[in-house]
């Protein structure tokens, strides 16, 4: 087994995502941390969103291969988003407010001798290979439908002569705001944050091995760019881009795009560069 992994950290004072690297229990995965609206910091500065990510990851990590014998990794998800809200509770972070909930989503494996099993929530995403060139995209990207419209009124500012980043991130902000009321919510997406109702948002599977040759784990800030907002990313072309360039040349060739168009004019975002983490494993 070949694994390669990057993370790179975007336009923020952190980066909010995180790995999840334990190859003696087979389990991988990527984490994208949220910051919530109503700021919060920890006792170091950390954002919600990195300590959301950061919580998720180590108490993953931490089961060891004897537990997940007992242990599905649907439920295991559940457990770590039930210690998340624990850990909210501790620093007083009020529970009845999304908008002050730690968020992070996720997409994660577990390799077995025969099988992969997998759980996913928010927009991280995992896509299989195999030995005839298909591309299996496993995952759904529960907040496209969401980052459709912000990309829709963000294009609009634009061509409205909003001219800074700033001016278009103010009149996005109640959107915002509306769409963190959203999480583990009917309409919405599925996203870690403590929430009970997780459990209904949270999607998990279990895929045969059988002439599967790779799976790669990514963010979103590692889906490519387009010019329209509602032009839906072709996750078989961007595995197939990862095979051909390798993960680092690819994110490289990604980020000059982006700064390329540091005012996010061209591209619609709310961001010039967004976190960027991946791991690509090859059998």
């Not at 990057?6 to 980066?15: A, E, I, K, R, T």
């Not at 496993?138 to 963000?154: C, G």
């Not at 609009?156 to 509306?178: D, H």
């Amino acid at each position: 087994m070949i694994i390669e992994k990057l993370s790179v950290q975007g336009d923020g004072v952190w980066n909010e995502d995180a790995l999840i690297i334990r190859e003696e229990t087979g389990l991988f995965g990527v984490l994208d941390g949220a910051t919530s609206f109503v700021p919060f910091r920890g006792p170091n500065g950390e954002t919600g969103g990195f300590l959301a990510s950061r919580h998720v990851q180590e108490q993953l990590e931490k089961v060891e291969g004897r537990e997940w014998e007992q242990l599905s990794l649907e439920s295991a998800v559940l457990l770590a988003n039930t210690t998340l809200r624990q850990t909210m509770i501790h620093y007083q972070v009020d529970q009845t407010s999304p908008q002050q909930l730690w968020s992070t989503g996720i997409a994660v494996i577990r390799i077995t001798e025969q099988r992969i099993d997998y759980a996913q929530a928010g927009d991280c995403m995992i896509l299989g290979t195999y030995e005839s060139d298909e591309v299996r995209v496993l995952t759904r990207d529960q907040v496209d439908h969401l980052d459709q419209q912000t990309r829709r009124r963000w294009q609009e500012a634009v061509s409205e002569g909003s001219i800074t980043k700033e001016q278009r991130m103010s009149k996005e902000a109640p959107y915002i705001l509306k769409n963190k009321a959203l999480m583990n919510g009917k309409g919405g997406y599925g996203i870690l944050n403590g929430q009970p109702e997780l459990v209904d948002f949270l999607e998990y599977g279990s895929i045969s091995r059988n002439r599967l040759t790779g799976l790669i784990l990514l963010t979103d800030g590692m889906f490519p760019l387009s010019e329209k907002y509602d032009s839906p990313v072709d996750f078989a072309e961007l595995a197939r881009e990862i095979q051909t360039r390798g993960l680092d040349q690819y994110t490289k060739e990604l980020l000059s795009l982006e700064q390329s168009d540091a005012n996010c004019t061209r591209y619609p975002r709310i961001k010039t560069s967004d976190d960027k983490t991946a791991i690509w494993i090859r059998f």
